[in-house]
């Protein structure tokens, strides 16, 4: 029971945070070679994009994607989408893609005269699924070695922690005050029955 038990822990905490890893923003710190649209062909990466634009019904399995193309300081390239979150989930509420995208193409650059920028974004990047992560703010820096600190998942996975050790605290206290209580109460009341049909029966045996 105790394999089974912290089995079924650990697939909860790894599912727990690959949602986090997913959702919340990471930064990376790259120079914009290219921005493109892009159609997209859905299929079961279809969850990894955001919902249909106006025009799109639900039934399109095809639809045109902004792209933003990027190298790191190492030379590798780093594609993401740039689309609107809306008020959908994750909720970052990005409405101005259109916006991104053309600041985007006006902070391209070439290898001898490059412009670093860090690109928040959501997500991951897998190219067997054709999955890209979610640009959702730009902002330039003057130097590839630029290490944005991320204060709001600091903050957000600091509350979540003391969020997470308070109900512990608050299950482990009420499982000392009522339900270790009930069980000792319950097993006194067995260990009584217990004594008494004991009882009964030793004098049934001894007539």
């Known amino acids: 029971m105790a394999y089974v038990k912290w089995t079924i822990v650990t697939i909860v905490i790894l599912v727990i945070a690959g949602f986090l890893h997913y959702t919340l923003p990471q930064h990376d710190v790259v ?3 290219a921005t493109k649209e892009r159609q997209i062909n859905f299929g079961e990466n279809r969850i990894f994009f955001a919902s249909n634009g106006a025009g799109n019904s639900e039934g399109d ?11 790191n300081r190492d ?12 008020w959908g989930w994750p909720p970052y509420f990005k409405f101005d893609s259109s916006n991104l995208q053309a600041k985007a193409s006006d902070m391209i650059s070439d290898k001898e005269n490059p412009e670093w920028v860090v690109v ?3 997500g991951w990047r897998n190219e067997y699924l054709s999955i ?17 600190i991320p204060w709001f998942n600091i903050l957000f996975l600091g ?5 997470v050790i308070w109900i512990w605290q608050l299950l482990a206290r009420f499982k000392e005050d009522r ?27 001894s007539r």
């Open 31 to 33: 120079r914009i070679t």
């Open 61 to 71: 399995n095809t639809r045109f994607v902004n792209f933003i193309e990027t190298f």
């Open 75 to 86: 030379g590798k390239p780093i594609v993401f989408r740039n689309e609107d979150t809306s």
């Open 132 to 148: 890209y992560p979610n640009a959702v703010e730009l902002r330039p820096v003057g130097s590839p070695d630029d290490s944005p």
């Open 159 to 163: 509350a979540l922690a003391a969020l």
């Open 120 to 122: 928040t974004h959501y």
């Open 179 to 205: 339900i270790e209580p009930m069980l000792d109460e319950m097993g006194e009341q067995f260990d009584s029955v217990g004594d008494r049909a004991e009882g009964f029966w030793r004098r049934v045996f």
